[in-house]
């Protein structure tokens, strides 16, 4: 979509998507707010098979690691490729088509209640792996920990040196601008609030899935929060102990004026697929799974 010429009314990050039914034009009205438009969803997904696979992978790169939050991330990637009406938001009242498919997530620089966080804003590869992916989130981790920031993150810190009425006043100005996609680049550029999809993996700091509520500012209309993974024991009809297995929760907010329930839920098997058969993380990101 990257190269789809521009009309009038698009915007640098996504074009108007003008082809859609009567209710999903008239909703942004309604509901003209995305935190009006907010759904929750809070699931819980086995890993068992997950584990075993990254456990062999990794005895071939010592070097990274894969983790199940990089599965995860893939496995996002590959659901919103194979299913576009994911990669929209709303904004001033109009549906927009991303260009490209993003996610966003925040990493510690050090594992202390007094350390940073830089901000990663990945375009989504189509021809990734799950293994091309490790190494090259591997890689984005390690720079973003050396102290590195990116034009987003610069932004942030010459606005937090502003006076408190000339820091309002930016703040207001920088959200109307984004509202009506006139935000230059360079702003939003790097800004995990500007992503398809904005993650966030509690599981690494020991905390349990939430429901994370969608900002206001920015364009994400999806945002993932990756719980703890926990032992749980599986029982048969008559309660009778079969086994235990890995599981980890995780939380979804959508905003549902994207699009319906039915989509969302059909979207998700994507994600049970991969992880009941793990050697289809070996496929690209471009590559179907059959249903």
Known sequence: ?????????????GYW????DPLHVVMPHIYNRRTEGEVYLLQEFDVTNLLKYIEKQNKKHPEYKTTVFHALLFGI?????????LNRFISAGRTYQRYDISIGFLVKKEFSDTSEEAMLNEVVKPD?????????????VTTARSGQENSSEDTVAVLAKLPRPLLSFAAWL??????YGKLPRVVWDGD???TTVLCTNLGSIKAPAVYHHLNEYGTASIIVAVGTMQKKPIFDN??????????????????ERIADGFYFAKSLRILDKLLENPALFEKKIEEAIDD
């Open 1 to 13: 979509m990257a190269d789809r010429k521009r009309r009038w009314g698009d915007r640098l990050d």
């Open 17 to 20: 998507v003008r082809d859609i």
């Open 77 to 85: 990637g590959k659901i919103i490729y194979h299913r576009p009406l």
């Open 128 to 140: 990734w792996t799950l293994d091309g992916l490790s190494s090259y989130i591997h890689s984005k």
């Open 174 to 179: 920088i959200r109307t601008l984004s509202t």
């Open 192 to 194: 995990i609030n500007y």
């Open 238 to 255: 008559q309660g009778k102990y079969l086994e235990t297995r890995d599981v980890i929760e995780i939380g979804i907010t959508i905003d």
